[in-house]
C-alpha cells in the first residue's frame, strides 16, 4: 500500500518542475543606440578620394613641381618645393582644370600644363 501512496506523491512534486522553462538567460553589454533613428535618416558622407598618384614633373624652365592626384579627377594638391607647402587644386567636374588662388593644372600623371601666379604657362613632364 505504500506504493500507491507515494506514486501519487511524485507526480505531484515533478508537475512544478515540468512545467518550468530552463532557457538560458541571455546577458548582453551592448544598450540600444538612442541616436538609431536618427542615424538612419542621415544623409550619406562621401568618403575623401584616395591617393591615385604621386608624381614629380620637369617643367620647360627646368624647376620641378610635385603632384599628388586623387581618384575622381577633380582634386589635385600641387608643391613648387618638395617640402613646400601644399597648394589643393580642385574642379567641378573630372577633366575641368584644377584651379586654386591662381593656379590652374591640367593633364595626367605622364604630363601637366600649369598655370602659376606671376610665372605663365609652363608644360611638365615625368
Same mark, same amino acid.
Request: with cysteine; charged share 25%.
Given at each position: !500500500?505504500?506504493?500507491?501512496?507515494?506514486?501519487?506523491?511524485?507526480?505531484?512534486? /515533478?508537475?512544478?518542475?515540468?512545467? @518550468?522553462?530552463?532557457?538560458?538567460?541571455?546577458? *548582453?553589454? =551592448?544598450?540600444?543606440?538612442? !541616436?538609431?533613428?536618427?542615424?538612419?535618416?542621415?544623409?550619406?558622407?562621401?568618403?575623401?578620394?584616395? !591617393?591615385?598618384?604621386?608624381? $614629380?614633373?620637369?617643367?620647360?624652365?627646368?624647376?620641378?613641381?610635385?603632384?599628388?592626384?586623387?581618384?575622381?579627377?577633380?582634386?589635385? =594638391?600641387? +608643391?613648387?618645393?618638395?617640402?613646400?607647402?601644399?597648394? +589643393?587644386?580642385?574642379?567641378?567636374? /573630372?577633366?575641368?582644370?584644377?584651379?586654386?588662388?591662381?593656379?590652374?593644372?591640367?593633364? $595626367?600623371?605622364?604630363?601637366?600644363?600649369?598655370?602659376?601666379?606671376?610665372?605663365? =604657362?609652363? *608644360? @611638365?613632364? $615625368?
Amino acid at each position: !500500500m505504500k506504493r500507491y501512496i507515494l506514486l501519487p506523491v511524485v507526480a505531484l512534486l /515533478a508537475l512544478p518542475l515540468a512545467a @518550468c522553462d530552463n532557457k538560458p538567460e541571455v546577458v *548582453t553589454t =551592448t544598450a540600444s543606440d538612442p !541616436m538609431a533613428e536618427q542615424l538612419k535618416k542621415a544623409a550619406k558622407v562621401e568618403l575623401p578620394p584616395a !591617393m591615385k598618384a604621386s608624381v $614629380t614633373f620637369r617643367c620647360k624652365d627646368n624647376s620641378l613641381v610635385f603632384v599628388d592626384f586623387f581618384s575622381g579627377d577633380k582634386q589635385a =594638391t600641387l +608643391r613648387t618645393a618638395k617640402d613646400g607647402a601644399a597648394i +589643393r587644386l580642385t574642379a567641378e567636374a /573630372a577633366g575641368d582644370p584644377l584651379k586654386a588662388d591662381g593656379y590652374s593644372l591640367t593633364g $595626367t600623371p605622364k604630363a601637366i600644363t600649369l598655370t602659376q601666379p606671376g610665372k605663365g =604657362t609652363l *608644360t @611638365c613632364k $615625368t
